[in-house]
């Protein structure tokens, strides 16, 4: 799209603001940077409700500059935490306005994952259900890519918590691909900082859904956060410490597995 007709649209859907333009600068970088999107991509946007999720779906329905042509369908699954009624109303009214193609699921993954049989680790099943669906969705709506709304914070807790809980040096990556290249996670608000994309849903006074999962204040992401916020107060620059030590690693200096 030539400057003049993306400027042109931006104006004519009122982003065009300099916060909107920073988010869509580093979306366009980083979709880029990791070959996200190809031309004719159809994408399944996960939308939960929250502010992220929201963001990623305004910002990829947005004018763009330099990513190729591709189309979505924005996909909600309901957790079954109550009350959902009015929520899931809300959301839906805002996909119509947009005339968004979507998809909402009422289910009870949310209910099932803090049942007495798995009071231990919520977030493990209810992970794994949500996004088996998401793939089953993904099939029949014709998407060859998921675009997931995890931020630049995201991956730099997500390392933390594979280090401390799951005895691994990994992360989520910007560009994944699975079932032998069938499907492709991607993030394309990986190189985004929460608190601007928070700042941005604001300013945009995107109809953000409160979260009503009773693990969401106290699971290991949380306190995680927590720990970062504390380490923040003696080290301003730990986080873009942590994330830069993503891609400078060093495999000499690490421990070959002797583990049988
Ligand atoms: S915090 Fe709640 S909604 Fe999120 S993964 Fe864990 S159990 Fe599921």
Redesign the pocket.
Known sequence: MSRLLYKMNSTKTGKDTKLFLHLKKWLEKAVLDYDMIQEGDRLLIGVSGGADSMVLLDLLDSPMLFIPRFSFVAVNID?GFEPTYRKYEKLEKYFQKNHYHYVMEKTD??VL??SDFNRKN??FL??RL?RKRIFEIADAEGCNKIAFAHHRDDIIETLLINMFYGREISTMVPNQSIFGGKLHIIRPLAYLKQEVIKKYSKERRLPILK?D????KT?K?IYIKNLLKKLERDNKEIRDNIYKAMSHVKPDYLLPNKEK
């Open positions: 957790m993954i949310g994952s803090h919520p977030c209810c992970s949500r979260n999962c009773p693990t969401s699971s992401r």
